[in-house]
């Protein structure tokens, strides 16, 4: 049985670069909006990429995204979401309840929070499961998020407007008895259909207004 244990796990470890090579697979494109997938490393879960072209600043889109009360209105299928605890200026813990869609029972996140700014002036977030605070779910049935990151990238464009080259790149488990194939497809179409919403409401957005300590803007 040992022997069996450490030969699968060495099987493991040699396939793994060749997963991890795996060319994205579009699932669907337009000009300013493309989803993608492909099979991970991690349990053969569904790695999905999701870009967009937006109108907005830095300050606006991490301003937009914290404003967790108005997750639901860009958020597919988001019931609610709070910030259950603040770490420090750039980290925060926050919860996403999602209701129930048939025949699919009610599911929730905790994720842990990070951003930063790199030389170039892009942003990265990293989102990751955190359970460290303890928050009452009900029934809902919790989602194994193994790892999240959003990368902005500022641009200016020919009408000399900010923009962002935004990446969100996300492998999860929505828990359950569910097939594969039908997590899959519920997770592709949830996505783009809130890239969508995020990028009618983002420019609108009244945090375009504001600006954050720290991070820098790509100048006009």
Not at 13 to 41: F, G, H, M
Not at 147 to 173: M, S, V
Request: with cysteine; aromatic share 10%; charged share 20%.
């Amino acid at each position: 049985m040992i022997v069996t244990v450490i030969i699968c796990q060495a099987c493991v470890v040699q396939a793994a670069p060749l997963v991890a090579e795996l060319p994205w697979k579009k699932w669907k494109q337009s000009k300013k909006l493309s989803v993608s997938s492909r099979i991970s490393t991690i349990d053969k879960l569904t790695e999905i990429k999701a870009t967009a072209l937006v109108n907005s600043s830095l300050s606006g889109f991490l301003l937009f995204l914290q404003d967790v009360n108005k997750t639901p209105t860009w958020l597919t299928y988001a019931s609610s979401s709070k910030v259950v605890k603040h770490l420090s200026a750039t980290e925060h813990i926050f919860t996403v309840d999602f209701s129930a869609v048939w025949p699919l029972k009610s599911r929730h996140l905790q994720l842990h929070s990070h951003y930063w700014q790199n030389n170039d002036l892009s942003v990265e977030i990293q989102l990751k499961d955190d359970f460290s605070v303890d928050v009452e779910h009900s029934s809902a049935v919790r989602v194994k998020f193994y790892q999240g990151h959003w990368l902005l990238t500022p641009i200016i464009n020919n009408a000399q407007q900010q923009q962002l080259i935004i990446e969100y790149t996300f492998i999860a488990d929505s828990g359950g008895n569910i097939p594969k194939w039908f997590a899959d497809q519920l997770a592709l179409k949830a996505i783009l259909k809130s890239m969508k919403r995020l990028s009618l409401l983002l420019p609108k957005s009244k945090w375009q207004q504001q600006t954050i300590p720290g991070i820098t803007e790509l100048s006009l």
